[in-house]
C-alpha cells in the first residue's frame, strides 16, 4: 500500500534559502520587458490549427481556445487534464493509462469512441503537434500551449469524435541561447525535474538546435497507485535560405504506472470509502516505452505560396498490466471466494485483456499547398492538402479471474501475478488507415465579410475483430462551410456547418457484417471580441452538435462477452463562453462557462438518457495579480454541476468546487532569472470526483486532496 510522502521540512528551507542569495539587485538583472511579458501573458496566441492557415482569430468561423504556457506555469499544471480544465465544454471520462493520459469528453463526447471498439476500450486519442495519436503520455514539460478546436475538425484532419479535438503544441526552438532548470516538489512522493537548452548553433544562426530531459514522479493518497514518466526531446533546424526551413525531432518518453480504478457506485452515489481506498493491486506496473520521429519542412515558393510538408513515424512498446476491479462475476474463479454477487460488493477482479507485450505504430505524412490569389476584388486563401494515416496496435490479451475482495475490509497487496497457462488469450486485430485529399477556400469579400468553404474525400480501412476478419472499407466526402462578419474593427459574429466522420464501427462478430461508421453534424453560431488593443478576447458560442449510427454493445456467451452493432444517435446542444488576456499591467485572467444539454435521441436501451460524465453547468476562473515586480499571486476556482456517471444514468457524481492558489516570488540568482512559486490545489480539502467509465460502475475517480507543491525556475 502506498503511503502519504510529504516534502522535508530541509527542502523548503533550502528553496526558501535560494530565494534569499541575491548577488545584484533584481532590477540590474531583470530581463527584457517583451520577454518578461511573453512568459506572464494570459492572451492566447494565434493558431494556425484550426483552419491549417494563418487567419486571425475574429476572420475564423470556428471556436478555437488556446491554453498558452504562461497560464499552464502559474497553475503548476503537470498533466494535461489541469491545463484543460480552463477551457469551457472539456470534461473528462474515466480513462487508462496513467495521469499523463487523460481522457478527454469534448461538447458531450469523448475524444476517442469507446462504443465502436467495445466497452473496456478507451486509450486517450489527442493531437500532438497536428497528428492524431492514440495512448501516448504527454511530458507537460515540453508543452508550449494546449489548443482545443471545438466541434468536428475530420473535414481538415482526418476521422476523429465530432466534440473536438485537442492539440499539444510542443516548445519550439528559440531563435537566441537560452538554458533552463525547473524543480518541482511536493506531497505524496511528486517530483518533476526539467533541463532544456535551445538557440543558434552558427554564428550565421542558419542552424539551430534544442535538447530537453525530465523526469517525472508520483506516488498518492490512492493505494497503490504510481506514476512515472521520463523524457528526452533533440530537434534540429536548418535555414539554407530565408525561404526554407528544414527540422528534425526526436522523441522518447518511458513511462510506468498503475492506473487508479477509483471505486464503485453503490446505489445512486459512489461509495462512501476512505480517499485513499483503490483496489488495482498489480504486482507489476504498466509501462510504455515510446520513439518519436518527426521531420518537417517548409518553403516558400513566392510571396504568395507556400508549401508545407510533415512525416511522422511512432513506434511504442507497451505493457498494460492493471487488475480490474468489476461487480460482473464471469464464473472462472479458481476458488469459492471468487465469486461476486454483482451488487459492487463484493467486487470480482480481472487481469482484463491485459497485454504484456503490445506494439503501437503509427505513420503520417501530410503535404499542404497554401497561397493566396485574388479574382475580381475578392482575396482568396486557398488550402491544398494530402494525407496519408496508418495506425496499428497489435499483441496478444489475456482474461483471468483472480478472486474477490470487500470493498470495506480488502486484503490486498499480495496478488499473484498473470499465470499465462490459467489466461484465456485473444488476439485482436486493431487498425485504422486512411488516404485523404482536402480542399479549402477562404474568401476576403470586402466590408468585412469573410467565407470558407472545405471538402475532404477520405478512402479508409479500419478493423477491431479477430485476425483474418476482412477490414471495412469505405470512402466519404465531408463538407465544411462557415460565414464571418467583422462589423468593427475588434469584433464579428460567425456561422457554421460541419459535417465530420468519427470512428469505423468494423463489423458484427456475430453476423460479420460490416458496420456504418460513425457519423456527426454541427450547427454553430457565435460572437468574438477583443478588448484592450487586443489584451484581452472573449468568445461566445451556441451550438448543436448531433451523432448518428452510434455503436452500441450488446452481451454475447463467448469471449469478448459483448458485441458491437450500431444502435442509434446522440445530441448535445449548449453555449460556451471563453474570456482570456490581461484586464491591466497587473492583472491577467482565463475564464469559462459551458451550458450543456445532451440527451440520447435513438438506441433500444437508453434512449432519452443522458450522455455520461457531462455536467449541465462547469465553469472555471483563474486571475493572476502582478504586486510588484517581484511579486505575484493567484487564485482560481474550477466548478462542475451534477453529472450522470453510466449510459443507463443508474447514478449520478456529485457537483463540486475546487479551490487553487498561487504565490511567486522573482529574483535574481548570480546570472540566471530565478523563480520560485508556491502552488496549493484543491485549498479546502474538498472530496470530489472527477469522472466515471461510462460502462462501468465500477470505476468512478476521485480528484486529489489538498496538494502544497514548490517550484524552482532558472532561466539563463
Request: net charge neutral; aromatic share 10%; proline share 6%.
Amino acid at each position: 500500500m502506498n503511503r502519504l510522502h510529504r516534502v522535508s521540512p530541509l527542502t523548503f528551507a533550502c528553496l526558501a534559502l535560494a530565494a534569499h542569495a541575491q548577488s545584484e539587485p533584481p532590477s540590474q538583472v531583470l530581463p527584457p520587458v517583451q520577454v518578461q511579458g511573453q512568459r506572464d501573458d494570459y492572451r492566447a496566441p494565434e493558431t494556425t490549427t484550426g483552419n491549417r492557415t494563418s487567419t486571425p482569430s475574429l476572420q475564423s468561423p470556428q471556436s478555437v481556445q488556446v491554453v498558452p504556457r504562461a497560464v499552464i506555469e502559474d497553475q503548476n499544471a503537470l498533466n494535461l487534464a489541469e491545463a484543460l480544465r480552463n477551457v469551457s465544454g472539456v470534461q473528462f471520462d474515466f480513462g487508462f493509462n496513467g495521469t499523463a493520459m487523460p481522457l478527454v469528453v469534448l461538447r458531450g463526447f469523448p475524444s476517442v469512441s469507446m462504443t465502436a471498439m467495445g466497452p473496456m476500450s478507451g486509450s486517450s486519442t489527442y493531437y500532438l503537434d497536428g497528428t492524431k495519436v492514440t495512448g501516448v503520455p504527454i511530458n507537460m514539460a515540453n508543452v508550449l500551449a494546449v489548443e482545443v478546436i471545438k466541434g468536428p475538425s475530420s473535414v481538415l484532419y482526418g476521422r476523429a469524435e465530432p466534440g473536438g479535438l485537442v492539440n499539444v503544441v510542443s516548445k519550439p526552438i528559440s531563435v537566441v541561447p537560452a538554458v533552463s532548470l525547473e524543480q518541482t516538489v511536493g506531497e505524496y512522493g511528486l517530483s518533476r525535474t526539467a533541463v532544456e537548452a535551445s538557440g543558434p548553433l552558427n554564428e550565421e544562426r542558419s542552424l539551430r538546435g534544442r535538447a530537453s530531459a525530465s523526469y517525472y514522479t508520483a506516488d498518492s493518497i490512492r493505494d497503490f497507485v504510481e506514476d512515472k514518466l521520463g523524457a528526452f526531446g533533440a530537434s534540429l533546424s536548418w535555414l539554407p535560405s530565408a525561404q526554407t526551413t528544414l527540422t528534425g525531432t526526436l522523441d522518447y518518453s518511458h513511462q510506468r504506472y498503475r492506473t487508479d480504478y477509483g471505486v464503485p457506485a453503490l446505489g445512486d452515489r459512489p461509495a462512501d470509502l476512505p480517499w485513499s481506498r483503490q483496489f488495482n493491486d498489480s504486482p507489476q506496473l504498466s509501462s510504455s516505452k515510446t520513439t518519436t520521429l518527426k521531420l518537417e519542412g517548409e518553403h516558400r515558393l513566392s510571396e504568395a505560396w507556400q508549401l508545407k510538408g510533415k512525416l511522422l513515424t511512432l513506434r511504442s512498446d507497451t505493457s498494460e498490466m492493471d487488475i480490474s476491479p468489476y461487480r460482473a462475476d464471469y464464473g472462472m474463479g479458481m476458488t469459492p471466494d471468487a465469486t461476486c454477487p454483482g451488487t459492487g460488493n463484493p467486487l470480482c477482479r480481472y487481469y482484463f485483456y491485459v497485454r504484456p507485450d503490445g506494439r503501437y505504430r503509427l505513420d503520417q505524412f501530410n503535404l499542404d499547398l497554401i497561397g493566396k490569389i485574388d479574382t475580381g476584388g475578392i482575396q482568396h486563401t486557398v488550402l491544398l492538402g494530402v494525407d496519408a494515416y496508418s495506425g496499428r496496435k497489435t499483441g496478444t490479451t489475456y482474461f483471468q479471474q483472480i478472486g474477490s475482495v470487500d470493498i470495506y475490509t480488502p486484503a490486498l497487496g499480495s496478488t499473484p501475478p498473470l499465470d499465462l497457462g490459467m489466461s484465456m488469450p485473444m488476439d485482436i486485430e486493431d487498425r485504422n488507415r486512411w488516404t485523404s485529399i482536402y480542399v479549402q477556400d477562404q474568401l476576403a469579400l470586402g466590408q468585412g465579410v469573410f467565407l470558407t468553404a472545405a471538402l475532404r474525400h477520405d478512402r479508409t480501412s479500419a478493423i477491431y475483430a479477430a485476425p483474418g476478419t476482412e477490414p471495412n472499407k469505405a470512402s466519404f466526402t465531408t463538407p465544411r462551410l462557415g460565414a464571418v462578419w467583422q462589423f468593427a474593427s475588434n469584433q464579428s459574429i460567425y456561422a457554421q456547418y460541419q459535417d465530420a466522420v468519427s470512428a469505423n464501427n468494423g463489423r458484427d462478430t456475430v453476423t460479420g457484417a460490416a458496420l456504418s461508421a460513425e457519423r456527426a453534424r454541427q450547427f454553430e453560431i457565435g460572437h468574438k471580441i477583443d478588448w484592450l488593443d487586443g489584451k484581452l478576447s472573449s468568445t461566445l458560442a451556441a451550438y448543436e452538435l448531433t451523432k448518428r449510427n452510434r455503436g452500441g454493445s450488446v452481451p454475447v456467451a463467448t469471449p469478448p462477452f459483448y458485441n458491437t452493432v450500431t444502435v442509434g444517435e446522440a445530441r448535445s446542444r449548449g453555449v460556451e463562453w471563453d474570456l482570456s488576456g490581461q484586464v491591466s499591467r497587473s492583472l491577467s485572467l482565463i475564464a469559462s462557462y459551458a451550458y450543456t444539454d445532451t440527451r440520447v435521441l435513438v438506441d433500444p436501451t437508453y434512449q432519452g438518457k443522458k450522455l455520461a460524465n457531462v455536467a449541465r453547468h462547469t465553469g472555471s476562473l483563474w486571475a493572476r495579480y502582478a504586486i510588484d515586480s517581484q511579486w505575484s499571486t493567484g487564485a482560481g476556482v474550477f466548478a462542475q454541476g451534477q453529472r450522470q456517471g453510466d449510459t443507463g444514468n443508474t447514478f449520478q457524481l456529485p457537483g463540486y468546487g475546487r479551490v487553487d492558489a498561487m504565490l511567486a516570488y522573482r529574483f535574481a540568482l548570480q546570472d540566471a532569472r530565478a523563480a520560485l512559486q508556491f502552488n496549493v490545489d484543491n485549498v479546502f480539502d474538498r472530496k470530489y470526483y472527477t469522472g466515471s467509465h461510462q460502462f462501468v460502475a465500477d470505476w468512478v475517480k476521485l480528484g486529489s486532496p489538498r496538494t502544497v507543491k514548490a517550484t524552482l525556475r532558472l532561466d539563463y
